[in-house]
């Protein structure tokens, strides 16, 4: 009977399959390799929760740990070794976009941890040691734009000076632009007190800067224009991290001696409301009796936001109610302490949130 359905009927139906089972029916015959591979492309409505992935940030680039939220179990994911040595900067459609170690200056590339495939990126116009990096998807054709602001460059004189412009990379044309100028200041905070994190949303790209008090730059992309907001709580916050929420812009924080909050960014004003606490039980869970925010780490990805401190420690889950996108509830995943038996050695990692994309025509 299945080798009888209509090639995209069956392609439908393999959508709802979650990431490993579909590896799995990739794995049965040809015509079902070749359906599921089509079926890894089609823009439908996520069905299943995101992949955590954990890259050790004392090695990178040789291997990550990934958790399967179907089964709730971890897996040991080894990397191709002629990509080392990388370090994580954000996920893409399925996709890691990564920062080549082995340069001063920015060196980009993508890959994809499922399916082994690499791709070094263009050299950027102007060589820069570390800008902001953000990234701005385009869901209709699965095309991306990376955006570079900011870093120091060589100056013509000797030494190094903040370069002041913006750059762009076009997935489609495969080429970096220089599209226009930024104020110095501005580039001094993003170059010197600016993580990679990025986060957009209606039509700004955002970053978190940690100057004195945390605040956020956001950069319009249609007019090329920056501002500045103010963060809730920002001189007592011990961290702060930005991720999407239902399309908005959200801030995850926590203040010493107290909650983890997230406040979430109105569409036509400038005023964060609180959305979210985590749970006392869960903040003692991830952090001991003796709250302390300061080694905590975020991550959020479209439907879900962790928070995590390293491989072993646990990890504290907000999701999106299934069909209910106004609806979030809190969930606990269990460190990754073993796999199938092995005890796994606790160490700091840089977590990632992820679709899985199984379609070697993602290249």
């Known amino acids: 009977m299945w080798s009888n359905?209509?090639?995209d009927l069956l392609a439908n139906i393999f959508t709802y399959l979650s990431p490993d089972s579909l590896a799995r029916a990739k794995a049965a015959c040809r015509n079902w390799?070749?359906?599921?591979?089509?079926?890894?492309?089609?823009?439908?409505?996520?069905?299943?929760?995101?992949?955590?992935?954990?890259?050790?940030?004392?090695?990178?680039?040789l291997s990550c740990y990934v958790h399967n939220p179907i089964k709730d179990n971890w897996h040991f994911l080894?990397?191709?070794?002629?990509?080392?040595?990388?370090?994580?900067?954000?996920t893409i459609f399925g996709l890691i976009l990564l920062?080549?170690?082995?340069t001063t200056s920015l060196q980009l590339a993508i890959c994809n941890p499922f399916t082994k495939q690499f791709k070094t990126l263009p050299v950027l116009n102007l060589a820069r040691t570390n800008p902001?990096?953000?990234?701005?998807?385009?869901?209709?054709?699965?095309?991306?734009?990376i955006y570079v602001a900011g870093g120091m460059s060589e100056a013509t004189t000797g030494g190094a000076v903040y370069q002041p412009t913006i750059e762009i990379y076009d997935s489609i044309s495969e080429k970096w632009e220089i599209i226009g100028k930024?104020?110095?200041?501005?580039a001094v905070r993003l170059t010197v007190w600016?993580?990679?994190?990025?986060?957009?949303?209606?039509?700004?790209?955002?970053?978190?800067?940690?100057?004195?008090?945390?605040?956020?730059?956001?950069?319009?992309?249609?007019?090329?224009?920056?501002?500045?907001?103010?963060?809730?709580?920002?001189?007592?916050l011990e961290f702060a991290a930005l991720v999407p929420r239902n399309g908005k812009l959200a801030?995850?924080?926590?203040?010493?001696?107290?909650?983890?909050?997230?406040?979430?960014?109105?569409?036509?004003?400038?005023?964060?409301?609180l959305v979210g606490k985590v749970p006392f039980e869960l903040g003692i869970r991830l952090l001991g009796n003796r709250v302390n925010w300061g080694s905590v780490k975020c991550v959020g990805i479209k439907g879900a936001v962790c928070l995590y401190r390293d491989l072993g420690s646990g990890i504290i889950v907000w999701k999106e109610v299934f069909g209910d996108e106004d609806k979030w509830e809190w969930d606990w995943i269990e460190g990754c302490c073993s796999i199938r038996g092995g005890q796994i050695q606790n160490f700091p990692i840089k977590g990632l949130l992820m679709y899985p994309n199984l379609a070697h025509s993602a290249f």
């Open 132 to 145: 902001a990096v953000g990234v701005v998807e385009n869901k209709s054709n699965q095309g991306f734009k």
């Open 33 to 61: 390799r070749d359906t599921a591979e089509h079926a890894s492309t089609l823009p439908v409505r996520h069905r299943h929760p995101p992949w955590f992935i954990a890259l050790p940030t004392r090695s990178w680039g």
């Open 5 to 7: 359905l209509p090639f």
């Open 251 to 273: 801030v995850v924080g926590g203040a010493c001696d107290g909650d983890g909050c997230i406040w979430e960014l109105g569409e036509d004003d400038d005023v964060w409301s």
């Open 78 to 90: 080894p990397l191709d070794h002629t990509i080392s040595p990388i370090k994580p900067i954000a």
């Open 99 to 102: 920062k080549l170690t082995s």
């Open 182 to 186: 930024m104020p110095v200041e501005i």
């Open 194 to 236: 600016t993580p990679n994190e990025s986060v957009y949303s209606n039509g700004t790209l955002y970053w978190m800067t940690s100057a004195r008090a945390y605040s956020v730059m956001g950069l319009d992309i249609s007019t090329n224009r920056w501002r500045e907001l103010s963060v809730p709580l920002a001189d007592k």
